[in-house]
């Protein structure tokens, strides 16, 4: 593995350019790092390390009532900022990049859409996406403004104080107790929401797995942009292009589960990288 790090003679950027030279197609996974410049919290520390609590559970999502009242209420309080968040020079760099025809797949474990708001298509959103809520018991699918419109019209009086933001919609709150606050149930069937991600202990749908794998085959070249892939469900995709004796570029600010499989990494700011190398 070739590792280059900021500053350094040989500039981040014109490394990646010179790795990209030579390949056709290039698949492109994207994690956590691409959006924190937005304003969007990660969950890792540069040393892959949790800066918090993990995220709930599927398990504990839909076993535990108290556990989904914490959950809505501490999204209710944080889906206004997540929702107005922009796309950064990454996403621009990207959704420009892909329309030269050079990317086979552009596969995002973000669950912001922020891809899409800076103009990319086609794009594969691997852990699904906030903005849209789904019923696990008749699989409707509403968007996520019309829940928070409700959790309004339940809650007129919970003005819950935001302690801080936390990544995904999520919002530490002042209060501890959310013993009387009110979730609504699906409006079709009274079925329980949940939004429409994958939570840890949930499965990729396996039309999603299928289409981006499919995709990986037909390409010559893995790159990474701010995922430290310890998720095993974005790290597979660098396994399967080790695997081919694809080369594999990570563009991070710490390390990744992925290491020592890649033949450049760059401990850069996807922002500053990108845009440069891909102009």
Same mark, same amino acid.
């Given at each position: ?13 014109? $490394? ?19 959006s924190?410049? =937005? ?43 997540? %929702? ?5 020079? $990454? ?20 669950? %912001? ?20 809520? *789904?019923?696990?018991?008749?699989? %409707? ?22 302690a801080?933001?936390?990544p %995904? ?13 009110v979730v ?12 429409d991600v ?9 039309? *999603? ?14 790159l990474?942009?701010? =995922? =430290?892939?310890m ?11 080790? $695997? ?33 190398a891909?102009?």
């Amino acid at each position: 593995m070739h590792a280059v790090s900021e500053p350094l003679d040989v500039v981040p950027s014109r $490394a990646l350019r010179l790795w990209l030279a030579p390949l056709r197609r290039v698949f492109v996974v994207t994690g956590a790092g691409c959006s924190t410049a =937005s304003g969007i919290a990660d969950y890792r520390d540069e040393a892959g390390s949790w800066k918090r609590s993990p995220p709930v559970t599927f398990q504990a999502f839909t076993g535990d009532a108290a556990v989904r009242r914490r959950y809505w209420a501490r999204s209710y309080a944080g889906w206004p900022r997540f %929702d107005t968040a922009a796309p950064n020079a $990454a996403h621009a760099a990207l959704a420009s990049w892909q329309r030269s025809g050079q990317v086979s797949m552009l596969l995002t474990q973000n669950v %912001d859409g922020l891809h899409q708001r800076a103009g990319s298509d086609d794009v594969v959103d691997l852990h699904g996406r906030l903005d849209s809520v *789904r019923c696990l018991h008749c699989e %409707d699918r509403t968007p996520r403004a019309g829940m928070q419109t409700r959790l309004a019209e339940c809650n007129p009086d919970r003005l819950d104080a935001v302690a801080a933001f936390a990544p %995904d919609g999520d919002a530490d709150l002042e209060r501890e107790n959310f013993d009387t606050f009110v979730v609504p149930e699906c409006s079709r069937c009274g079925g329980m929401l949940k939004p429409d991600v994958v939570f840890y202990g949930e499965n990729v749908p396996r039309p *999603r797995y299928e289409k981006a794998a499919a995709a990986l085959a037909g390409s010559d070249g893995l790159l990474v942009v701010g =995922s =430290s892939l310890m998720v095993y469900s974005g790290y597979r995709f660098a396994l399967m292009a080790h $695997a081919a004796g694809l080369p594999i570029a990570l563009v991070t600010r710490g390390v990744t589960r992925a290491d020592d499989l890649a033949t450049l990494a760059l401990r850069a700011d996807c922002t500053r990288v990108l845009p440069a190398a891909l102009g």
